[in-house]
């Protein structure tokens, strides 16, 4: 009806346990994400919420049909956070506090990915703040970034703060493609990365 490009499933296990009124029953998940896969035209995102989609979890929906994976991974909002705020019980608290590091960081979401499957679009979302982020996950093996903080921090202030974030953004990812000597994003996918501690 409203004629969208995609559809983009997200997956929240974990959000949805630690809400009081939370939906738990994802029984017969994969074979519901299978069927939309067949009866829709349009392609099927799935897209985690903060916490990171596995190798495994990536073979699976591939599996299914899904056309394309945001990892979604952690290091950006975290859902468990932000129930463990909007409860007023005492013990859900605690129970959400104690899950405050879960879950698998972006660029480990990214590589472990990208490494097993090479033509499966991949998009790195989850803790992106800035060009250069969006640079390495792109030289990881993403197709795409997605960012929210910063336009919201940016879009509190004004229209005219939105735009000088995007242009700074922008930016940043040309000062990393010059410096890392990628001419373009598809030279920067192509980067040799070489693992510091």
């Known amino acids: 009806m409203i004629e969208a490009d995609a559809l983009i499933l997200h997956l929240n296990p974990l959000q949805e346990a630690l809400q009081p009124e939370g939906e738990t029953n994802f029984s017969g998940l994969s074979v519901k994400i299978e069927q939309v896969c067949r009866q829709i035209d349009v392609p099927v995102i799935v897209k985690e919420v903060g916490w990171g989609i596995s190798v495994q979890t990536a073979r699976q929906l591939v599996g299914l049909g899904v056309a394309a994976i945001d990892v979604a991974g952690a290091g950006g909002t975290s859902w468990s956070e932000v129930e463990k705020h909007r ?51 792109i030289a990881l093996g993403a197709n795409l970034a997605g960012l929210a903080r910063p336009f919201v921090v940016s879009a509190n202030q004004s229209t005219e703060a939105v735009v000088a974030t995007i242009e700074e953004i922008e930016t940043e990812l040309k000062i990393t493609m010059f410096a ?15 693992h510091r501690e």
């Open 87 to 137: 409860t007023r019980d005492e013990s859900r608290y605690r129970v959400a506090g104690a899950f405050k590091e879960w879950g698998i960081p972006t660029a480990e979401c990214v590589a472990t990915i990208r490494e097993e499957f090479s033509e499966v679009p991949l998009i790195a979302s989850g803790g992106m703040s800035n060009g250069m982020e969006i640079a390495k996950s």
């Open 180 to 194: 890392a000597g990628a001419k373009d994003i598809v030279s920067l996918s192509k980067t040799n990365l070489t």
